[in-house]
């Protein structure tokens, strides 16, 4: 056996890894679906309108 001493600290710290990008990539998801709701709003709009002028 290999003598070690270990010592015990009240309280814990979690490692800060990761966290932007989680935030970054919900971000442009939102965004992403955002962006094409309004191009699929934009194309069903245009339609109505020229099948409405014919």
Sequence with gaps: MIPMT????????L???GDNGVW???VYGILLM???AAV???LVT???KSAQSK
Aim: aromatic share 8%.
């Design 34 to 36: 955002a962006a094409s």
């Design 40 to 42: 699929v709003i934009v």
């Design 46 to 48: 245009r339609r109505k």
């Design 15 to 17: 490692p800060q890894t």
């Design 6 to 13: 270990v010592v015990n600290t009240k309280g814990f710290d």
């Design 24 to 26: 970054r990539y919900s």
